[in-house]
């Protein structure tokens, strides 16, 4: 980041926000799914939730409430993998799904990947799993800069992003070939420099 960027972003918000209002008032679709998000909200805290609760809230929501109760029970972490057997055994006692969900047998939906990495690092590994998201966040901005070399690398650090806050599977097939490019786009670009420096 640098300071053109930053002026760019801070002019844009605005404008963001007036697309965002005007959406949200005049899309019947958006009005009701945003507003059924916020008012299950509380439900992070209580695991209790409205009747009319949409399947895709509660699949974030619920995960949230796991997470965060698996965090305050064990702030080190339950170990790798343990989010399903959390979510399942443990804390879906505590919680009151909608009763459409238990119908269809959702109450778990999505536990197995947490619904967001950013939620199974931190409710499988704790403050460890925090201090690793912020690493990755760390490390990622630092591929935006003035270096044009690094593009590619920007591209993947917003995919692993988007993973963080989408996609809780640790190992989909694609990270390996991602985190590989990423390396070798930041190795190129280590001696491209040190080579311009010697010129």
């Known amino acids: ?18 697309i965002g209002k005007l959406s949200y008032e005049n899309s019947e679709d958006l009005k009701i799914r945003v507003d059924d998000t916020f008012d299950s909200l509380l439900a992070i805290n209580t695991g209790k ?45 505590q919680m009151n799904p909608p009763a459409y969900i238990k119908t269809l047998k959702l109450e778990d939906i999505n536990s197995s990947d947490a619904n967001s990495l950013f939620l199974r690092l931190f409710s499988e590994l704790g403050i460890f799993g925090l201090f690793i998201a912020i690493l990755l966040i760390f490390y990622g ?26 996609d809780g599977h640790y190992f ?24 311009d420096k010697i010129l």
């Open 1 to 18: 980041m640098n300071l053109k960027r930053t002026m760019f972003l801070i002019a844009i918000i605005p404008i963001l926000v007036f």
């Open 49 to 93: 939730f409205k009747p009319d609760t949409n399947v895709s809230s509660y699949a974030i929501l619920s995960n949230f409430f796991v997470a965060k109760s698996n965090f305050t029970d064990h702030p080190f972490g339950s170990g790798l993998g343990s989010h399903t057997f959390m979510h399942k055994s443990i804390y879906l006692k």
């Open 172 to 195: 989909s097939p694609e990270i390996y070939f991602f985190i590989w490019i990423m390396y070798y786009n930041r190795k190129e670009s280590i001696i491209k420099s040190n080579f």
């Open 141 to 166: 901005f630092k591929s935006f800069g003035d270096n044009k070399d690094l593009i590619i690398s920007q591209g993947i650090f917003i995919y692993i992003l988007l993973k963080l806050i989408r």
